[in-house]
């Protein structure tokens, strides 16, 4: 991870102690600073919090600096507050590059919103990580099994660069693939959105002996239901510090789906039985209307030669090229799940061999070679069109 530690919020000339009180009640890191400190943030060097609040009820204006600050460091969230509601403050707040606005009363509620809000949508810097999305046509695929190896295999060329985030917010099975016993959740980061510093992100985290740092899926048996923005947050929060970032994304929850904006690539998996590849046309075709073509990929896990829906069959349903057909090993996949020990770690074997493969083309790191077969014949039965 990178070393950086950033305060959270910067207070600018607040007119009393309420807006900090009111941040600490949230449980923010808020720190007080004049406008002459907010000036020395528009320093290129300078290393300014997640975001700033200006309250404007003092000194009626706005600092002079607050639009240079924005130019220099555009992930950083601006909040103006004022006394009342007045379009010409408003006008002037978001021409200096604030995108959220409060004014009297000032309640808990809606200053812990506006900063969550400003928080999930900080612009990513330049050398952000890569996120990468895996999610199953249906269950039993091998979905989780993929993202764990490719993950693993990512992690031997970005050592402790590399996270895996379990978004299943109950009874997800990364942590048993590799073999971890996580004190921490997603449930954990998803509730505490507003709080993320790197130290307090790097105390959810598991490491694995695979190489991946790991936030798990909760153990609790009921958890409450997050949305989209939250998802959101974590994995913008995530990408900042790792190189790669690798997601088990939930097929059925629609919070999650709809909040993979970050994720250069969504992996669709799927197996050879007609249900899947027809739940992986569907799915592939709602996530590239969603998140464009070239994001989406398709591949087929736990791949048998002999099955009767070939390749060229899965091709022509999923239209697209399916480039990866990890082989199937039942004998390899459960000794790897009973020693907590991601195959990929392993090599001499195809289907390791197939995971690296798999990472390869997601980081561009050596692109492999296209594969492409004659058609086959399950076409109309396939598409549900026959
Ligand atoms: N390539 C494979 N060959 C054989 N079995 C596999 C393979 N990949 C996964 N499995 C097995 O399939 C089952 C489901 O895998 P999992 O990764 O949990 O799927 P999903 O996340 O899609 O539900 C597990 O028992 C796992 O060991
Ligand atoms: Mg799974």
Known sequence: MATRLIPEVLVVDPLDRELEQLLSACGMRATRGSAAELSALAHPSAQPPHVVVVDTRGARALPASMAAVKRQHPATGFLVV???SDPTVLLE???AGAT???HEPITQAALEQAISRLVAHRAAPADAGEVFAFVGAKGGVGTTTTAVNVATAL?????SQTLFADLHMAHGDAALLFGAEPRFSIVDALENTHRFDEAYFNGLVTPTAAGAALLASSDRALVQHAGTQQFRSVVEFA??????VILDVPRTDAAVLDALDAASRIVVVTNQE???????SRLASTLRERYGRDRVLVIVGRSDKQAEISQADIEKVVASKVKHMLPSDYRLALQALNNG???ALDNHNKLAAGFRSLA???AKIDPEPKRSEASGGLFSRLTGRG
């Open 93 to 95: 707040a978001m021409r």
């Open 274 to 280: 007609l249900s899947a590849v027809r739940g992986a």
């Open 100 to 102: 959220e606005f409060l």
């Open 239 to 244: 990408k900042q510090f790792y190189r790669y």
């Open 155 to 159: 992690a031997k060329v970005a050592p």
């Open 341 to 343: 020990r991601p195959l």
């Open 82 to 84: 004022a006394a009342e």
């Open 360 to 362: 390869k083309e997601l």
